[in-house]
T-cell receptor
Framework: AQSVTQLGSHVSVSEGALVLLRCNYSSSVPPYLFWYVQYPNQGLQLLLK??????LVKGINGFEAEFKKSETSFHLTKPSAHMSDAAEYFC????????????FGKGNQVVVIP | GAGVSQSPSNKVTEKGKDVELRCDPI?????LYWYRQRLGQGLEFLIYFQGNSAPDKSGLPSDRFSAERTGESVSTLTIQRTQQEDSAVYLC??????????????FGPGTRLLVL
């Protein structure tokens, strides 16, 4: 079964600094990979996804992620953090067949320090 | 257009009572998922519906959990004889279905269930 590891439940970043959230996956076949963001009292919103096209994926709000098969990673980055980036971020993986159900990591709570 | 909606947004119940949670998917989305998010945990898959096919119930944690969906419309998740460990946010997601499974799952705001 596929799985995702996100380390560090809480991540603090200074406003204007690089945001880096790490995601490593395990899958028996090349998977689809996703990053979702959850703002307080809201549902999950898709930031970006990798579905076997370009390995560098650009998403909304200036975020991007790179699929690295050799490292089984899909780390999320943003060059300059904004206060509005404070939220919880989830990495997820699905198989490219079957019911495409998502397997999620435990999430990173991002705090942006002014 | 309207997104995925869920009701109620919050539910407080007493241990042993039954609860019913509702999900209205995006119109035209044939696939529907239920997930559970317990405090400090990622989301756990519960059940998947696709059109009139038999649902994939492999994620349901016990036989106290059940779900129904009529065609491609509303789904209800029922938890019987609730236990305190059932306290969580229950999220519903829907997506359109084409070959390859690349379509995004769109999530509702969730129902926060607290079992006292």
């Amino acid at each position: 079964a596929q799985s995702v590891t996100q380390l560090g439940s809480h991540v603090s970043v200074s406003e204007g600094a690089l945001v880096l959230l790490r995601c490593n996956y395990s899958s028996s076949v090349p998977p689809y990979l996703f990053w979702y963001v959850q703002y307080p009292n809201q549902g999950l919103q898709l930031l970006l996804k990798y579905t076997s096209a370009a390995t560098l994926v650009k998403g909304i709000n200036g975020f991007e992620a790179e699929f690295k098969k050799s490292e089984t990673s899909f780390h999320l980055t943003k060059p300059s953090a904004h206060m509005s980036d404070a939220a919880e971020y989830f990495c997820a993986v699905s198989l490219p067949y079957g019911n495409n159900r998502l397997a999620f990591g435990k999430g990173n709570q991002v705090v942006v320090i002014p | 257009g309207a997104g995925v909606s869920q009701s109620p947004s919050n539910k407080v119940t007493e241990k042993g009572k039954d609860v019913e949670l509702r999900c209205d998917p995006i119109s035209g989305h044939t696939a529907l998922y239920w997930y559970r998010q317990r405090l400090g945990q990622g989301l756990e898959f519960l059940i998947y519906f696709q059109g009139n096919s038999a649902p994939d119930k492999s994620g349901l944690p016990s036989d106290r959990f059940s779900a129904e969906r009529t065609g491609e419309s509303v789904s209800t998740l029922t938890i019987q004889r609730t236990q305190q460990e059932d306290s969580a946010v229950y999220l519903c997601a829907s997506r359109s279905l084409t070959s390859g499974g690349q379509e995004t799952q769109y999530f509702g705001p969730g129902t926060r269930l607290l079992v006292l």
